[in-house]
């Protein structure tokens, strides 16, 4: 397969909006889940939100509500938009994918996703 490309990260005031984009996540065959995550840590990451096949998507509870995940499989692309944005969520975003059916309770798990991008960068300034 070939690769994630993430890119739309950038630096914005507290209350402000982004939207990121990762190409090449819908051409793959046998893909189930799409995710973005967030670098907590250098070795840590937590999920943010996924979308299926279906378009189900599943949402971390502190961006309920502010960030919308979604995906253009003509284009084979995933989204993330990420509205009223606080300084407690900036970080490198990751989008992921996996080829491995998840429950609901393991979608934002990112030790269940395999293919990865480079990141980009989120920075909220209050």
């Known amino acids: 397969q070939g690769k994630l490309v993430e890119s739309g990260g950038g630096s914005v005031q507290s209350g402000g909006s982004l939207r990121l984009s990762c190409l090449g996540a819908?051409?793959?065959?046998?893909?189930?889940?799409l995710g973005w995550f967030r670098e907590v840590t250098e070795k840590e990451r937590e999920g943010v939100a996924s979308i299926d096949l279906y378009d189900k998507t599943t949402y971390a509870a502190e961006v309920k509500g502010r960030f919308t995940i979604s995906q253009d499989n003509g284009l084979g692309a995933l989204y993330l938009q990420l509205n009223s944005l606080k300084p407690e969520v900036s970080g490198t975003y990751y989008c992921?994918?996996?080829?491995?059916?998840?429950?609901?309770?393991?979608?934002?798990?990112?030790?269940?996703?395999?293919?990865w991008g480079q990141g980009t960068q989120v920075t909220v300034s209050s």
């Open positions: 992921a994918a996996t080829r491995r059916d998840l429950p609901l309770s393991s979608r934002l798990g990112p030790t269940n996703y395999e293919f």
């Open positions: 819908g051409y793959w065959p046998g893909i189930a889940h």
